[in-house]
């Protein structure tokens, strides 16, 4: 008799998925999307204060390029 070509696959793994009570995948899907979203959520605050940050180094290197000019100009 012919073996089936599907039984050496790695889908063993995930038939015991299928097999547990949907309210339990779905309360496990539940917890994973909330990390997630407390993830992304870290993530986009982060880049917030960076971008911040980025707005604050700019400011200041425009009031020392500011400052370097008025030097320079009262030098001559």
Do not use: Y
Not at 36 to 61: S, W
Request: aromatic share 2%; proline share 3%; no cysteine.
């Amino acid at each position: 008799m012919k073996q089936s070509i599907h039984q050496n696959l790695p889908h063993q793994k995930n038939k015991s998925l299928m097999d547990e009570d949907p309210e339990v995948l779905a309360s496990r899907l539940t917890t994973v999307l909330s990390e997630l979203k407390g993830v992304m959520q870290e993530r986009k605050d982060r880049i917030e204060e960076l971008r911040n940050k980025i707005v604050m180094l700019e400011n200041d290197n425009d009031d020392m390029a500011k400052r370097v000019n008025e030097l320079i100009m009262d030098a001559f």
